[in-house]
């Protein structure tokens, strides 16, 4: 594995890590939209490991990491639609303000989390079988 690639994985677990301290404490905006960046660095290890180069945006990575893997029967295609979905976490987190912004529920967050587990996992197997 690349060097690059193992640091955005090491990111992802870190990310993953701080995700479920911050849900434990109570955050669960933050941890949801921390659940999402694990999800983001793990899919950047894949892309990297794959491409030789990141991704530029949060947008480039949700579209190259489908590119890279619409022909993967392994690949369960809830995860690599979290990619978009826990997006929409990190903008609550990140800049949801007033009432007329939905608030992320613990069902919503405890889903967050074992999502990006799962995302983790199923990365580290995909680059297993390069």
Do not use: W
């Not at 993967?72 to 976490?89: H, K």
């Not at 009432?99 to 983790?120: G, H, K, P, W």
Request: charged share 25%.
């Amino acid at each position: 594995m690349k060097a690059e690639a193992a640091d955005f994985l090491k990111k992802a677990r870190h990310c993953l890590a701080s995700a479920k301290g911050i849900a434990a404490a109570g955050f669960l905006d933050v941890a949801a939209g921390e659940a999402y960046f694990a999800v983001f660095h793990a899919a950047e290890a894949y892309i990297f490991e794959r491409m030789g180069k990141a991704a530029k945006t949060h947008r480039g990575v949700r579209a190259q990491f489908g590119r890279l893997t619409q022909h993967e029967s392994s690949i369960d295609p809830d995860l690599v639609s979290f990619l978009t979905q826990g997006y929409d976490f990190k903008v609550i987190a990140d800049y949801g303000i007033g009432e007329t912004v939905r608030s992320i529920s613990a069902e919503d967050t405890n889903l967050a989390v074992s999502t990006a587990e799962r995302f983790i996992e199923q990365v580290l197997s995909l680059l297993a079988e390069l």
